[in-house]
Every structure is written in C-alpha cells, then in structure tokens.
C-alpha cells in the first residue's frame, strides 16, 4: 500500500512539474495598468527559416512549430514555470482528480479528458472527442508522421461522448500529458488519402486565435483572426504575416527599419548590436534549447543500413578526438559574446536537467595522442589516414546562421590541427530539418557525417530522449525513416535506461533513469554538446501583450499581441 501511495504521488508530480525559471522572469509586452490593448492592424513577423509544412503529424522544425500554433491548438501546453496548463481540455488529468486510474496490478493505466464543450474549429465545425481518437488513428496509420513515440502506447480510445475521451495505454506511460499537443481535424483530413500532399499540409485547420489563409513558398505566410475562437475578445490583431528573409542579417535590418515588426531567433552574436536600438525590445528567455553537433556512426550513403559502420567516424578513438578538438568556451566567449553556456548534455533545465559528469573538455594534446595510439597517421598534407581511408568529414547545418558558419570555420581549423579534414556543405532549413524521409532529409536517410543545429525538448524530456537515441528510432528504410536517432547509436544500457524513465511515475527514480541515458550516451562520443541557448527574440516597441516562455515558442499567447495606438 506504500509502494502504491508512492505512485500515486510521483503521477501528481509529473503533472505539476516545475522549476524555478533561471536568470528570472522572463521578458514581457504586458501593458501598464493605464495602457490597454488596442484592436486590429497587421503585425508583419520576420522568419529566417522557411517552414516546409504546418500540418501535425509532420512538423521537426522549430520554426514550424511557432507558426502552426498561432491556429493550431492541443489538449494541453507547459507554461514557463513547466506545469501543464489545460488548453482545449478542462483540465490536466491526474490521480487527485481521478483523470488518470492505474490497473489493479498496477501495470496499466487509462486516461480521460474531458474537453471543453461549444468549441469550433475556424471552418464553423464543432471540435469532438472523435478528433481526438482520429488524430491518435492518424498518427499510428501515416507512414509519414515524424514519429509515433507515445502514441504507440496507447491500446485504445474511447469517445462515449462528444466531451470525452478515454485512454487505454498499454502499460504505465509517465509523460502522457504530452501527447496530442496539436489536434487534426477530422472532419476535413479523413477525406485526404494522402494528407502531406494536400492543402491541409500548409494551411491546416485550428481552433486557435487565428486561421492560415496563404501559405505563398519563400514568401510569406498569413494568419488571420479567427471568427470563430472561443474567446471573443481575442484576438486583438487582424492578422499576422510571417515573413520569409534569407538570412537572419536580413530580418534585423528589416526590424531596424520598421518593415517588420518582430522576428525569431536572434542570435548570441547579434544582441550587442539590437541592445542599441531604442525602438526595439529583445525578449530573452531561458531555454532549455541546446546547439549540438551530432556525429554519424553509420556510413554516409543514402538509406543507411544502420548496422553499418563509419569508416572514419565509426572508430570511437576518432569520436573522442573531436569531442576533445571542440573548444566550447572559445566559442561562447568569442562568437556568443558570453551570453551561452557551454553544454555537457541536451537536458539543461527543469526537473530531469543533467546532473552527472560534463562532457569532456578541450584537450587538443589529448585528441592528437589519442589518433596517434589508434593508429591514423598524417600525411604529407597533414590529414591523417588508417588503412586507406582519409579522415575527411563534412559537417552539414542550416544556411542563412552566420554564427553556425563562424563555428563551423572554428570546428574545421581546430579539427585540422589533429589531422582531420572537414568540408562545409550547408543547406536550406527547410531541406536540412524538414524531418522527411520522402523529402531527403539527409539526418533521416544518414547522407551526413557531423551536422548542427538545436533542439529543444519539453520539461517532460522522455519523448525527446527516446526518439533521438533509443535504437529503435534509427530510421531506415525498414520503418519508411521513423524515429530521429541520427548518430544510429545502438546502446542495450541507454535503451534500458530510457525505456526504465518512462515506464515508472515515481519522479527521482525518472531523472535517475534519465541521467544514466545521458551518461551512456556521452560514454558513446556519438554527440558534441555545444552549449546551452537562451530564447532570443524581438519586437518594434509598438507591439504589446507578448510574453517568453521557457518551454514554448514566442507566438504561444499570439492572441495577446496588439499594436499600439
């Protein structure tokens, strides 16, 4: 009876998990009490990432993500404490409101939503229960989706009415107030036979503030004002158009300028300059956002077998040597001015922030002694090689980031020093992260060697863990490219400690887990941390009611933003 009271607690902490927000509180467009919100006008939002899709079951790209929920809601979000807020339902199951009951052995458990009722999607169609269960039919049967991590634990779901929905999983699943965190419409994608081709994939259907009503490629994309939101204060603005640019310099140069009147993604580098401007607020939140760069264990050639081995990165000697040729605190010094950390794993906030021992650090001594003992010997030109092969990589991130270009250059002279070559092959974001098997996503199909970029998981982090380096996220062929382990690690003790986080409720026993699979996965050299980023975003001093967020996106309250009179 202990042990279950035990349970019963640690599903109540899952549900309010929290942390301090570091450096503060965030950054806010909250307006003075004299100073309320006005209505109407258009707020024109730079994006210096283009995305490839804003349907559901198919968005990997940040920048997707902050477009598509200024429409597109789900049962629940995170607020910036990381407690789970109720969105389209009334409330966060648990086990103190009887939500969430666990079978008798205790292996089990279902989980009921009861939704909001009189909601309507932006088309004027009320929002049921079987959206939901359609939305968790659809992801298990599109062999496109990202992936399935989750929702494959479900059995099944009932929907004994238009206000509830109850779910069968499998077995104990902890994070399962993450799941469904964006909802298909059923009434409209059921008729698609294929949903990624149809217009739903860049116009899809919400119940947000706002509806999409162009999605013009490396133009723009227009929100405008649902007629049809619950709330009918909200939202203050007409419209929102985000705006394709090049390049982040762009963006700026256009804010400065007042062409636009926010934009994304600021970066480290650039924030000296912004801090100058007078007519423009920066919003820096904490995030729990990590710039890495991952290395592939495979061979690099289209559809990988991910049995196969690298044969240059394939030798863990090799690995360490470039952990050890990094060097983070130069990077952050030099390149970020100071405003990042440096990282030792992609969990750096929030309850299951890692504990144990940092990555390695810059040791270029150490990387040169350690080729010279595993036997790759410098040539002429002072490239190494080991039985015929040349340590020749590239490295592969997103164009348009002149910081990741500035660190790539840093990356490819420290890594010349101990006899490794390493050529720049950049690509567009919405090739390099459209997280596509079928688009040619070089991290899904392995045609890459090292690649950088950031991700960012949910204050929950099982989801992230699980489908970035349990061995059954490698995609292949085999599984139509599911999962996003793109170092191919294939590790029996990571496995076993990520699938031990999921499967138990009790919270220390969780971040115990989840530090074990981190360790293993450090032990493995398969993964640069580079360092830990802040949320960097910002808006003309005319724009009010937006707030940071340490675990959303900067549109997450888009129907508080306005322009000021």
């Keep these: 009876m202990k042990r279950f009271s035990i349970v019963l607690a640690s599903i109540a902490l899952v549900v309010a998990a929290c942390t301090p927000t570091p450096g503060g509180t965030p950054a806010s467009g909250t307006p003075a009490a004299s100073e309320g919100p006005t209505r109407g006008g258009t707020l024109i939002f730079a994006m210096w990432q283009e995305p490839t899709t804003l349907a559901p079951p198919y968005l990997n790209q940040t920048i997707a993500g902050l477009v598509s929920q200024v429409a597109v809601e789900g049962l629940t979000r995170t607020d910036t404490d990381g407690k789970y807020q109720p969105v389209l339902a009334k409330s966060v199951p648990d086990i103190n409101n009887g939500g969430v009951k666990l079978s008798a052995d205790g292996k089990k458990m279902d989980v009921t939503y009861e939704l909001l009722s009189a909601v309507t999607w932006s088309d004027g169609h009320a929002f049921t229960s079987a959206d939901v269960k359609f939305t968790w039919e659809n992801r298990m049967k599109d062999p496109k989706v990202v992936n399935r991590a989750g929702y494959d634990q479900i059995e099944s779901i009932d929907t004994p009415n238009d206000t509830n929905v109850v779910m069968h999983f499998k077995s104990v699943y902890a994070p399962y107030p993450t799941l469904f965190g964006a909802l298909l419409a059923k009434h409209v994608a059921e008729k698609e036979a294929d949903l990624s081709?149809?217009?739903?994939?860049?116009?899809?259907?919400?119940?947000?503030?706002?509806?999409?009503?162009?999605?013009v490629a490396g133009d723009h994309i227009t929100a405008e004002r649902n007629p049809n939101y619950r709330d009918k204060t909200k939202p203050y603005l007409d419209k929102i158009i985000f705006k394709s640019v090049p390049a982040s310099e762009v963006a700026i140069a256009q804010l400065k300028a007042g062409e636009v009147q926010g934009m994304w993604n600021i970066l480290e580098s650039q924030t000296p300059d912004l801090?100058?401007?007078?007519?423009?607020?920066?919003?820096?939140?904490?995030?729990?956002?990590?710039?890495r760069v991952e290395i592939n264990t495979a061979a690099n050639k289209d559809m990988t077998d991910p049995t196969s081995v690298h044969p240059v990165l394939g030798d863990i000697a090799m690995r360490k040597a470039l952990v050890w040729a990094t060097p983070k605190q130069q990077l952050v010094d030099k390149l970020l001015f100071g405003k990042a950390k440096p990282g030792s794993s992609g969990y750096s906030q929030g309850w299951a922030k890692?504990?144990?021992?940092?990555?390695?650090?810059?040791?270029?001594?150490?990387?040169?002694?350690e080729l010279d003992k595993a036997g790759w010997v410098k040539g002429a030109d002072g490239i190494r090689s080991k039985g015929g092969v040349r340590a020749s990589l590239t490295i592969t991130s997103t164009t348009g980031n002149k910081t990741r270009e500035q660190v790539e250059q840093v990356l490819s002279d420290e890594y010349k020093q101990i006899g490794v070559e390493l050529k720049i092959q950049n690509q567009p974001s919405s090739v390099f992260l459209s997280g596509s098997w079928s688009a040619g996503d070089p991290r899904k199909r392995g045609t890459f060697d090292l690649d950088m970029y950031a991700t960012s998981p949910d204050i929950d982090p099982h989801t992230h863990i699980f489908t970035r380096f349990h061995s059954s996220q490698i995609p292949s062929a085999a599984n139509n490219g599911l999962g996003n382990n793109y170092t191919r690690l294939r590790s029996p003790d990571v496995d076993k400690a990520i699938d031990e986080g999921g499967a138990t409720l009790d919270l220390e026993k969780r971040k115990a887990a989840y530090n074990n699979a981190v360790k293993g996965i450090n032990d493995a050299y398969v993964i640069i941390w580079l360092y830990e980023r802040a949320s960097i975003d910002a808006f003309r001093t005319n724009v009010g009611g937006w707030q940071g967020n340490v675990w959303d996106n900067i549109t997450w309250n888009s129907g508080d933003w306005y322009l000021k009179k």
Excluded: W
């Design 197 to 215: 081709k149809s217009d739903y994939n860049q116009r899809p259907l919400g119940t947000g503030p706002f509806k999409f009503t162009e999605f």
């Design 275 to 291: 801090e100058k401007e007078s007519a423009i607020k920066l919003v820096i939140t904490p995030s729990p956002s990590v710039e």
């Design 354 to 369: 890692y504990t144990g021992p940092p990555q390695d650090s810059y040791d270029p001594k150490k990387a040169n002694d």
